[in-house]
């Protein structure tokens, strides 16, 4: 899953593809790259983040997401909104990536009625204060619980499961070492039978390990170490900005598990 924010404050890529042409050849290159879906974002979920009105949203995401699907390329939403949502299905994207996990009612409906994709993210709070006192008493079992009943609402009204996924939203209302607790396992939401999606590409934590001064777009090669231990316990995608990276990792990785293509 290759990233594709259209924002002008997102925190790797922040302001770089706000022009829609270059979002759109960028979106290309990701998927020539090798990635199945281009996630398309137009409101930021960076810690600390403010939200942008519904209209402004649209308009960042929807040009992007049409011209993309016109040349065959997949693309998802990344949008919390319905309104959003349901614009974007109808300008050609295939899945909603929802990090709120369906906090807007109308959100399961909008997905139900055109048979899309869901990606299920878990997010302790939000954006605005997810990061100040994240508290849990066992992160793993509480982070898959949720996801769970988040799925099992998604199918009561009218998502199939196999069109459902779950994530685990790292970084999201999570201290570094939940991030890491979450991380090494894995498995235990591969476990639940839901496709596993993972986004920890220049994350923050990643910059905990590696110095501060290591600027995210220097954190390839650590999501690179995040990727492959991903895959290795199961997990079915991985929301990732350097694609061309990250493709050779998956590779590699299933060839050595003797699940190569
Ligand atoms: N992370 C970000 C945005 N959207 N979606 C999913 N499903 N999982 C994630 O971990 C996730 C996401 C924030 O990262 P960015 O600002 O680099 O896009």
């Known amino acids: ?15 770089q593809f706000e022009n829609v042409d270059a979002a759109i050849s960028h979106g290309a290159m990701l998927f020539e790259q090798g990635a199945g879906l281009i996630d398309v974002g137009g409101e930021s979920t960076r ?3 403010g939200s942008v009105e519904p209209e402004e949203e649209g308009d960042r995401v929807l040009p992007v ?3 993309l699907a016109s040349r065959g390329v997949p693309t998802s939403v990344d949008t919390t909104r319905a309104i959003v949502a349901r614009a974007a299905l109808q300008a050609g994207a295939g899945v909603v990536n929802d990090v709120s996990a369906l906090r807007d009612p109308d959100m399961a409906p909008a997905v139900a009625e055109t048979g899309a994709g869901l990606v299920l993210m878990h997010m302790q709070g939000e954006p ?7 508290r849990y008493g066992d992160v793993v079992a509480e982070v898959t619980r949720f996801l769970v009943e988040r799925a099992a609402i998604a199918e009561k009204e009218g998502i199939r499961r196999d069109r459902i996924a779950i994530d685990p939203g790292i ?5 570094f070492e ?7 396992n894995l498995h235990f939401l591969v476990e639940t039978g839901y496709p596993v999606v993972i986004g920890t590409s220049r994350k923050t934590f990643l910059g905990r390990i590696l110095g501060e001064n290591v600027p995210p777009a220097k954190r390839d090669a650590a999501t690179g170490a ?3 231990l991903a895959i290795e316990q199961g997990v079915a995608a991985v929301r990732v900005h350097n694609v061309a990276m990250a493709a050779q990792i998956a590779r590699t990785t ?7 293509r």
């Open 128 to 134: 605005r204060t997810m990061q100040e006192q994240p």
């Open 65 to 67: 997401i049409a011209a």
């Open 178 to 184: 939940h991030n890491l607790e979450l991380l090494r």
């Open 226 to 228: 995040t990727v492959a």
């Open 47 to 49: 810690p600390g983040a």
């Open 1 to 15: 899953m290759g990233v594709l924010n259209v924002t002008p404050d997102s925190f790797s890529d922040g302001g």
């Open 171 to 175: 970084g999201f209302g999570k201290t």
């Open 254 to 260: 299933e060839a050595i598990l003797g699940r190569g």
